[in-house]
């Protein structure tokens, strides 16, 4: 029986994929090379093991099961990425929101630390002033 070839071959109607630009609202944080380390899997795996039920899920009397290791206090913030003290036990619609409050927070405080200049098309009061004699 014939056997088809290993590589198929090359098809010039078929545009080459092109490499995907994020736009400014998909551009997550670079996730840490931390994270792929055995001593983080090992860090990960026992605190899922000595609190495998969600951290808060449980403060409002549910029950569900964890399956991500959180720090506590964000190791961008300063904490020690491998201080088991910082992690908690989360399920994945918890982990979701504390991360997207935590981002809030980041977002806001990275406004106010921004200086805003006024937009000349926005503010034609502004214009006048800047141009009078």
Partial sequence: MPTLPSKSPARPWIPK?????????QRHAERSPLYDSP??????RAQLRQEPCCRAC?????????VVAD?????RNGSDFF???NLQSLCTPCH??????????R??????THQATPSLRKCPQWLEMAFRG
């Fill in 17 to 25: 994929a092109q490499p995907t630009v994020r736009k400014s609202y």
């Fill in 83 to 85: 201080d088991a003290r």
């Fill in 107 to 112: 977002r806001k405080q990275a406004a106010s």
């Fill in 58 to 66: 449980a403060a409002k009397k549910r029950v569900t099961p964890a």
């Fill in 96 to 105: 979701a929101r504390k991360s997207a409050q935590e981002g809030h927070v």
């Fill in 71 to 75: 720090h506590i206090v964000p190791y």
């Fill in 39 to 44: 001593r983080w899997r090992a860090l990960r």
